[in-house]
């Protein structure tokens, strides 16, 4: 029994076993996961937080698509349900979790599980995502998006969890890739390497963040392009851009900056890679006013838009 007193169990209809036997081979059946009728369009969003609602809800600024932090709308109704119902009636949406604690060894939680459902089901959002990492273990859970070891024992583990998630929530998630701050001695596999196969094992795609990665080349000393280098185009189904704290002795991913200059290139060469991409501009501390993230969703459009024309 957890802390919680929850009892503890692999997600609905699937045994820990079974995925377990195919370890390594693809997890997914035939024809799944499933992708959204509705997509977002390869233009720049901004993630919605709570301090711009209201403005947004009243003045309908010109944003293309919005993306929310699915736990703050896990209530079942209330005013902050009410206000995405609104919305997503002028708005493409995508629900973006940070608290699902995809590589933990605890067992996943139904109980989130089926709150995600519920909120999935009664939103309809274009994507779905969450981050490749844990945030608790032993019933306990941290604010924190904390680094997997990137070995063949994490790689199953992992993969294995977000098929499992995919397979409850009957559609497809996106997994991002999170920012570090120390590796592991026993770690056996390039970080590029251990996110494209958790893609390629469970169906899932990728959000993918510019910005953790150039975080992480940074405090990790690897060159950012040659991660670019090793993602296949097609996995990728969103791009974040965020701002970084660079007054101390590593990169921490602060969300509560502008987007740095080396981030906006390695942007603009990710899209000359992968072509246009659903983009979103994110700042979750010392949020500003709404204008300033349209201005830099804006930049992020003149980067988008002539690959749009070069498309067409
Ligand atoms: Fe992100």
């Known amino acids: 029994m957890r802390q ?3 009892q503890g169990g692999a997600a609905e209809g699937l045994s820990e076993d079974a995925y377990g036997a195919m370890a390594g081979r693809a997890l997914r059946p035939a024809g799944f996961p499933r992708r959204a009728r509705n997509a977002l369009p390869a233009a720049a969003g901004i993630g919605l937080r709570s301090p711009h609602v209201r403005q947004v809800r009243t003045e309908r600024p010109p944003i293309p698509w919005l993306e929310v932090h699915s736990e703050n709308y896990f209530a079942d109704g209330g005013p902050a349900i009410r206000a995405l119902e609104d919305l997503r009636t002028d708005y493409p949406l995508s629900l973006h979790g940070v608290g699902m604690s995809l590589g933990s060894t605890d067992p996943l939680d139904r109980v989130h599980l089926a709150k995600l459902k519920r909120l999935v089901d009664r939103i309809e959002p274009a994507l779905v995502s969450e981050h490749l990492c844990w945030s608790g273990v032993g019933g306990r859970h ?5 680094p997997l070891p990137y070995t063949e024992e994490a790689l199953a583990h992992v993969s294995t969890r977000v098929a499992q998630v995919q397979e409850a929530l009957g559609r497809e998630l996106l997994v991002e890739n999170v920012s570090t701050y120390l590796g592991f001695a026993d770690a056996t ?4 390497e251990f996110v494209t196969e958790v893609v390629r094992r469970s169906g899932c ?6 910005n953790n990665i150039h975080v992480n080349a940074v405090n990790h000393g690897f ?6 280098a090793a993602i296949p185009g097609e996995m990728v189904a969103e791009i974040h851009l965020a701002g970084f704290d660079a007054s101390g002795s590593c990169l921490i991913d602060t969300h509560g900056a ?9 942007f603009s060469r990710a899209i000359a890679r992968f072509g246009p991409r659903p983009t ?9 006013a709404l204008a300033v993230l349209q201005s830099e969703a804006a ?14």
């Open 299 to 312: 930049k992020a459009q003149s980067i988008l838009d002539p690959h749009h024309v070069v498309a067409g």
């Open 258 to 266: 502008p987007v740095a200059p080396p981030v906006w290139a390695l």
């Open 205 to 210: 795609r990728l959000l993918l963040d510019v």
């Open 4 to 6: 919680d007193g929850r």
């Open 280 to 288: 979103l501009i994110e700042w979750d501390l010392d949020i500003p």
């Open 189 to 192: 596999i390039p970080e590029w």
């Open 142 to 146: 941290f604010n924190d998006l904390l």
């Open 223 to 228: 060159d950012a392009d040659r991660y670019l």
